[in-house]
């Protein structure tokens, strides 16, 4: 009773960090719908709302001609396959979000929308000026004439999921739902907390929605490669055959989280390895590397749909902080010698491997697991490319090694395998120097926004206590 108490306790001091923003969300969304409806006749698109306090729904259906062109992909047409996105209105959810749509699938997001109150917490911001969920949405449905359907809620309210599990009733689930900084997690002793029960109960809500609702349903869950750590081994992909003692077994490779986010991840595939033995659910777990790059497609379509952009240090993954900080003057920040090798990918390839996974669903019964990126890259490698790019621009771009705030080999053996996606027909966009000179020519052109003290790390792992650190958790001191 007591454990009981504690968790119900847990989730609601987490559905209160979030309900300031789901509350200016919901009374925003009334307006948003009598302001549209009055525009019926002239765009042909139609509204309806259901609004209580666990469940806003939103469904925008519109009949306009599309105007972007699908190329052909691993299946070209959705052919009507309903997937549901947990996490669709974040950095890569979203952007899966429009892909798939485009593509024929008929697509509902579910989000709780705390990925723009972590901002509003720490005092942060995209390097973007993107649009609201709402505006989004809608502007999709005008240049493609495509639906989709949102959920706002939490995930770890099963009362909420459920119903909305329930109503979608999707073939597929893509759960990019959870709290995805490792620096967010080591902030103080209340954010650990509240990333791992987040991250885990949410996953569990999940596998309950799929075992006692839709048994075939294909959950393909983001994982991350951080969850193998470096080990001086070959990183396979999931699982590892070894042979002790004279006898041999195939057992999941041995995980070494590097933060409380990290571990999280490791908890989610363990949790979703059982479930798939127990209730003989289907899962596909993609290990996804460090993705860098901002433009698709589908976010290019119209301003309002572009994606965000993180350069803090905090959200901002390598590259794309690299990117930034020479667009405006900045040194860019090497943590500790560099050696640090992980492996990347492009958007471009994150929403494709998506699509992949869900046109190829594991068999019942299975967890696969996948390891998503496309090329390895240490620090020092991406200093160095994105030093030679930027002065090809004609900009000052220098390279400093600031003390590491993470606890990590700073030197390490690492190569991971990463083939089974590309054998079933990824083509990588690997990155080049065009590529990198189109991020920082992107960077230049919104580097008025760019707010300078977020710039260098502010959290470190070994400082990480109970205190609660919002007030300048996000700039170092």
């Given amino acids: 009773m007591m454990m009981k108490s504690m968790q119900r306790g847990q989730l609601k001091a987490n559905d209160r960090q979030c309900s300031a923003v789901l509350n200016a969300n919901s009374t925003r969304s009334t307006s948003i719908v009598n302001a549209i409806n009055k525009l019926v006749p002239a765009t042909h698109a139609s509204l309806s709302m259901k609004n209580s306090s666990r469940r806003l729904q939103i469904t925008t259906q519109a009949v306009a001609e599309p105007v972007i062109q699908s ?35 008929e697509v509902c997001i579910v989000d709780n929308l705390c990925r723009r109150g972590y901002d509003l917490q720490l005092g942060l911001d995209t390097l973007t000026p993107i649009a609201s969920i709402h505006d989004r949405i809608q502007k999709w449905a005008e240049v493609s004439g495509k639906h989709i359907q949102l959920e706002v809620g939490d995930i770890c309210d099963f009362e909420f999921f459920g119903e909305a599990f329930r109503s979608f009733n999707p073939d597929a689930v893509v759960h990019f739902g959870e709290q995805r900084s490792a620096p967010y997690s080591m902030i103080d002793r209340q954010r650990a907390v509240y990333t791992q029960t987040n991250n885990v109960v949410g996953t569990i809500n999940v596998l309950y929605a799929i075992k006692e609702i839709k048994p075939d349903c294909h959950l393909v869950k983001l994982g991350t490669m951080g969850e193998y750590g470096t080990p001086n081994i070959d990183i396979e992909e999931g699982f590892i055959t070894i042979t002790h003692n004279g006898r041999t077994d195939t057992l999941p490779y041995p995980k070494q989280g590097g933060s409380f986010y990290h571990l999280s ?67 860019l920040t090497v943590y500790g010698k560099g050696g640090q090798t992980r492996g990347f990918l492009d958007i ?20 696969r697991v996948f390891n998503q990126f496309t090329e390895q890259f240490s620090v ?60 920082l020519e992107f960077a230049i052109q919104y580097k008025d926004r760019v707010k300078h003290e977020l710039i260098k790390p502010a959290v470190d792992w070994r400082k990480s206590g109970t205190k609660v650190s919002t007030m300048g958790a996000a700039v170092a001191k």
Avoid at 75 to 83: D, E, F, L, M, N
Avoid at 354 to 365: E, F, L, R, T
Avoid at 421 to 439: E, F, I, N, R, T
């Fill in 348 to 367: 471009r390839d994150t929403v494709r491997c998506i699509q992949i996974a869900i046109d190829n669903p594991a068999n019942m019964g299975e967890m």
């Fill in 265 to 331: 991840k490791v908890h989610d595939s363990h949790n979703i390895h059982f479930a798939t033995k127990a209730w003989k659910i289907a899962a596909t777990d993609l290990n996804q590397g460090v993705v860098y790059g901002v433009r698709t497609e589908e976010t290019t379509a119209d301003p309002l749909l572009i994606n965000r952009y993180d350069y803090d240090g905090i959200f901002g993954t390598a590259l794309n902080r690299f990117v930034v900080q020479a667009a405006v003057g900045h040194p």
């Fill in 71 to 105: 190329p052909g992909t691993a299946h070209s047409s959705g052919a009507g396959t309903r997937v549901m996105i947990i996490g669709g209105d974040g950095y890569c959810g979203w952007a899966t979000a429009l892909h798939l749509s485009a593509r024929g699938y």
């Fill in 380 to 439: 020092n490698q991406l200093a160095d490319i994105v030093s030679k790019e930027g002065k090809k621009l004609g900009l000052d771009v220098q390279v400093v090694s600031v003390p590491n705030p993470r606890v990590e080999l700073e030197e390490h053996y690492y190569n991971a395998k990463c083939t089974k996606l590309q054998a079933l027909g990824l083509k990588p966009h690997l990155l080049q120097d065009s590529m990198v000179d189109s991020l």
